[in-house]
Nanobody, 124 residues
């Protein structure tokens, strides 16, 4: 089971970025996938998750209406579309999964498989 997050970069306030979480070694649609982020000096927090099959989606309150999570099963990838980015969105973004997760949860300790992060920097 391997995950690779990509798509980060530097963007101005109000801009957009599209993060991808590419899965290998398993079919990502069969597992819940979570996006987390860690800002400098802060703990890693959950951002969004999508259940296996995509039927359940959850967003943390601070990104509702701005971020959209989706699956691209043809590419075995989960996408996090981030719009109206704010400086407080600056962080390293990680995707994660675990075969034991049922539904969609943003409890970090439940995720056993993590990809390397991708840095998102939003300038003011």
């Amino acid at each position: 089971v391997q995950l690779q997050a990509s798509g980060g970069g530097l963007v101005q306030t109000g801009g957009s970025l599209r993060l991808s979480c590419a899965a290998s070694g398993f079919t990502s649609d069969n597992y819940a996938i979570g996006w987390f982020r860690q800002a400098p000096g802060k703990e890693r927090e959950g951002v969004s998750c999508i259940s296996s099959g995509g039927g359940i989606i959850y967003y943390t309150e601070s990104v509702k209406g701005r971020f959209t999570i989706s699956r691209d099963n043809a590419k075995n990838t989960v996408i996090l579309q981030m719009n109206s980015l704010q400086p407080e969105d600056t962080a390293v973004y990680y995707c994660a999964t675990d075969p034991t997760i049922s539904g969609c949860v943003l409890t970090r300790r439940l995720y056993g498989y993590w990809g390397h992060g991708t840095l998102v920097t939003v300038s003011s």
